[in-house]
C-alpha cells in the first residue's frame, strides 16, 4: 500500500494557495524543515515569517495578521500549537474568531521517537472545548491538501491536525471534501466504525475482518472533528444500533466522546472507543507504538466483535 | 547596537529660562546627573518615590513646548472628563480597575485627540492608527475615549460589565466599534499589535499602531517573545507604551518581580527606548513626534505615571487596582477631580 504524509499534502496544498492567494502567509517556529514549509519558503520569502522558537508569540502575531486582511497559517507541532500557546489561541484567535489557520503537525502517537513530550494526544480535546473552533483532521496526503485548501476559504478559526509520519493512501476519501461533512465509505447494517484522521485505513481493515465473520459493518470517516456531522452519526446509530470510534488521540475528549456524547443525548447507543487511553506515550517508531497502544485495525475489530455480542 | 544610536542621538532639554531649548551633549535626567550618556545603562535607578513621579525631568528626550495654552487647557478638560467617565463607570459596574484606567487618561488622552489618525465615524478606516490595549483591564479608560469621540452612545458606558452590553470587561475587538484587537491576558495585545504592524508593511501603509502595556504585564514572557519580533522585522511603525507606575496587583512591581533597569532591557533588545513623565503632555506628544521621525526600529516609550492619578486617596494605592468605590468614595473622588479641574 502507498504511503505518503499528511504534513506533505498540507505543504503542497499550501503552495497551491499561495500562488491564488496573495493574502496567504506563513508563519513558523523554527520547525519549518519538519513542518515543510521551506518549500514555500523557498517560493514565497516575502510571504514566509520565522518566528523562532516562540509559539506563544506566532499566535497572537497571526491574529494582528488576520485581523488586517490576511489569511496566515500558523504552522508548528501539536502540543506546542494546542498545549504551549493554548492561551493565545484561546483569547487571540477562538473568542475573537479570528481568521487564522494553526496547521500543526506532530500530533498522534505515531510522531514516535520524540517520545511523550511531543506527541499531541489531547490537542483535539482542547481545541474541541474552545467556542468558534474547526477542526480538522485529514486522512491522508491527498485529504490533507483538500482540508488545506477547504480550511483557507473557509472563514473563521481552522486547527488543522496533521502526523509526521507517512500513512496510507486510501482513494476513497478523495474527493468532495467538505467542512462539516462525514464520508461514508462502507455502507453496513450491524455496526458502524467511525475513523477519524489516520485510523481510517485501519477502520476500513477491520471492516473487511468483520465482513469475514459475516458482520456488515458500516465505515464513516469524519474528517471535520468540529462541528461534528451530527446527522451522519444520528443516522448510524438509529441503523445499526453500535457504534465504535477510532482515533489517534485520547479517548478523552476527542472523536469517541463527541460521538458517544450526541448519541446518548438523542438515541442512546452502545459506543466504544478506540484511542490512546489515560496514559503518556513513549519514544519508539510509529508503528511499533500504533500497535502497542492499541490502535489498528485488530484492536477496532476486537472492541466491534464485542460489541456484538453483547448487544 | 544600543550604544550606536544613542551616542549618535542628539539629546535636548528644556532650558530653565523657559521656553527656549537647546541642544546639549549629555542627559541631566536624575539619573544620568550629567554623566556620558553612554553610562546611562550602568546608571542606578533608585525606586522611584511616588511624590518625585511628577518632577523627573525626562531621559534623553528632546522636550519641545509643543503645545500652546489652548491646547494644554483642551487636553485638561478632556483628562477630567474622562477619568470622570471612569470613575462613573466602575462605580456603576460595580465592577472594573480603576487605578490603572485613571493613570493611564492622559497617555490614551494625548494619543485620541491629538496624535492618533482616526475617524469614529469609520471605526474600519484601513488607514487609521490601531490602538491596541495590551493592558486589557483597563478598559474603563479606553471605553470612555471611544464612547467620547463618538464611536457609540456614550449611554453604553451605563452597561459596562453588564451581561448583553458590547462594553466587555476586557475589549472584545468584533463587538465594540473602536477597538482595534481582543486582549485580556497580558502579552496578547503586543503580539497582536507587531503582527499588525508587520501587516501594515507588507499592505505599504503607513499608519502607526501604538500599544498600551501595563508594567505588571511585561513580566510576562510572551511580552519579550514580541520584542524580538518587533526588532527582527524593524516594525519602526510600532509605538509602544509602558505604563510605568511601579504597581501591580500584589503589591511594588520591583518586590513582586523586578524590572528595572527596564530601559536597558528594551533598548537591549532593540527597541527605541524613552523614558518620560506620564502625566506630561508636552512630553508624550513630542516623544511620540520624535519617535514617528525614527526610523528601522520599533519604539518603547516607558511612561512613569501614577496609579489612580486625580484622586488623592487612590494615588499609589495598589488596593484600587480592582477594586470598585462605594458610594462614598465614588463622590469624593469626583468632586476632587472636579475641584482640581
Known sequence: MQTKRTRQGFADGLMELARENQRVVVLDCDVSKATQTCDFQRLFPQRFFNCGVQEANMMSVAAGLALEGFIPFATTFGVFASCRAGDQVRNSIAYPKVNVKIAATHCGISTGGDGASHQANEDIAIMRSFPNMTILVPGDYEEAKLATKAAAAFNGPVYLRLGRDAYPVIAEIHHGFEIGKAKLLREGRDITLITTGIMVSEGLKAAEMLKEKNYSARVIHMPTLKPLDSEAVLQAGRETRR???AEEHSIIGGLGE?????????????VRRVGVKDVFGESGMASELLDKYGLRAINIYQ???RLLKES | MALAWRASLKIWRQSPAGGRTYSIDRCFCCFCFGRDSQNVKEAPRPLLLAGIIHRMPTHGVKTLPMLDREEHRFFRQK????????????????????????GSADLVVALYYYLMRHNPSEPEWPDRDRFILSKGHCTP?????LA?????????????????????GHPYEPGTPGIDAST????????????????????SRSHYVYILCGDGEIQEGQVWEAALFGNKYHLDNVIAFVDRNYLQTDGNSEQVMPLDPLASKW??????????EGHNFDQIVSTVEQAKQLKGKPTMIIARTIKGKGVSFMENEVSWHGTPPNQEQFERAIKELTLAD
Request: proline content about 4%; some cysteine.
Open chain 1, 243 to 245: 457504534v465504535v470510534t
Open chain 1, 258 to 270: 463527541a460521538v458517544a456524547g450526541l448519541l446518548s443525548e438523542t438515541i442512546p447507543t452502545p
Open chain 1, 303 to 305: 472492541e466491534a466483535l
Open chain 2, 79 to 102: 483628562a477630567f472628563e474622562i477619568r470622570k467617565s471612569i470613575l462613573e463607570m466602575v462605580y456603576k459596574a460595580r465592577s472594573g480597575h480603576v487605578g490603572g484606567s485613571l
Open chain 2, 141 to 145: 479608560v479606553i471605553y470612555a475615549v
Open chain 2, 148 to 168: 467620547d469621540c463618538g464611536y457609540f452612545p456614550r449611554e453604553g458606558l451605563n452597561h459596562f460589565r453588564r451581561p448583553g452590553s458590547h462594553l466587555q
Open chain 2, 184 to 203: 485580556g491576558t497580558l502579552g496578547l495585545g503586543i503580539s497582536t499589535g507587531v503582527g499588525m504592524a508587520l501587516a501594515a508593511k507588507l499592505q
Open chain 2, 267 to 276: 533598548e537591549a533588545f532593540g527597541w527605541r527606548t524613552y523614558e518620560i
